[in-house]
Nanobody
Framework: QVQLVESGGGLVQAGGSLRLSCAAS????????MGWYRQAPGKQRELVAT???????NYADYVKGRFTISTDNAKNTVYLQMNSLKAEDTAVYYC?????????????WGQGTQVTVSS
């Protein structure tokens, strides 16, 4: 089992910045990738960015050049630096950990943190 705790959301004006953090605990050795997803009211949850153990990153087109995902392996923490925020970035942001244990894949989710961008 993996537990994820997010922090760092809040209210920010358009053009501003926020940094989200997600601390993982439990069976962290089984994690092979982590990421951030978001869900706006009335919309489906969508990918924001992912990073794997090799440090390879993947970004959704709508955040490329503005958001940066990174990890601190010593702290088992993944970050999402969000710059040049837009009103359309408003959503609940969820941390995800993808693990494989005994050849069985699992996805774990944090509780979500609200990001609100005022225009």
């Amino acid at each position: 089992q993996v537990q994820l705790v997010e922090s760092g959301g809040g209210l920010v004006q358009a053009g501003g910045s926020l940094r989200l953090s997600c601390a993982a605990s439990g069976s962290v050795f089984s994690i092979n990738a982590m990421g951030w997803y978001r869900q706006a009211p009335g919309k489906q949850r969508e990918l924001v960015a992912t990073i794997n153990r090799a440090g390879t990153t993947n970004y959704a087109d709508y955040v490329k050049g503005r958001f940066t995902i990174s990890t601190d392996n010593a702290k088992n923490t993944v970050y999402l630096q969000m710059n040049s925020l837009k009103a359309e970035d408003t959503a609940v942001y969820y941390c995800n950990a993808h693990s494989i244990s005994r050849w069985v894949p699992n996805d774990y989710w944090g509780q979500g943190t609200q990001v609100t961008v005022s225009s």
